[in-house]
Nanobody
Framework: VQLQAFGGGLVQPGGYLRLSCVAS????????MAWFRQRPGKEREFVAG????????VYADSVNGRFTISKDFVKKTVYLQMRNLRPEDTAVYYC??????????????????WGQGTLVTVSS
């Protein structure tokens, strides 16, 4: 499966952005879609994830209550709505696919497809 992420940009603190990740090719209904981010000088980290089959969602503590992940199975698109953005949310955001859901969803090694990344900059 190929993934394409877009929607990043420059936003002021407290602002809002919505990222989109479009999947093409064969997608598994048992798969798990996630957003990761890589902040300057930091390792890539898990942000949020959602199962293609069902409504199960998970979030990193740092974004819980501010970010919302959702999906449109027909459009093969996963969204990340980001509210009340902070300067520390500045990062390149990547979408990724795990063929099967696991409680180790934070493990980058589980993901077999990655989007190209989209830059989010939160600054006044």
């Amino acid at each position: 499966v190929q993934l394409q992420a877009f929607g990043g940009g420059l936003v002021q603190p407290g602002g809002y952005l919505r990222l989109s990740c479009v999947a093409s090719g064969r997608t598994s209904s048992n798969g798990f879609m996630a957003w990761f981010r890589q902040r300057p000088g930091k390792e890539r980290e898990f942000v949020a994830g959602i199962r293609w089959n069902g409504a199960r969602t998970v979030y990193a503590d740092s974004v819980n209550g501010r970010f919302t992940i959702s999906k449109d199975f027909v459009k093969k698109t996963v969204y990340l709505q980001m509210r009340n953005l902070r300067p520390e949310d500045t990062a390149v955001y990547y979408c990724a696919r795990d063929p099967a859901f696991s409680v180790a969803y934070y493990d980058l090694g589980r993901y077999d497809s990655w989007g190209q990344g989209t830059l989010v900059t939160v600054s006044s």
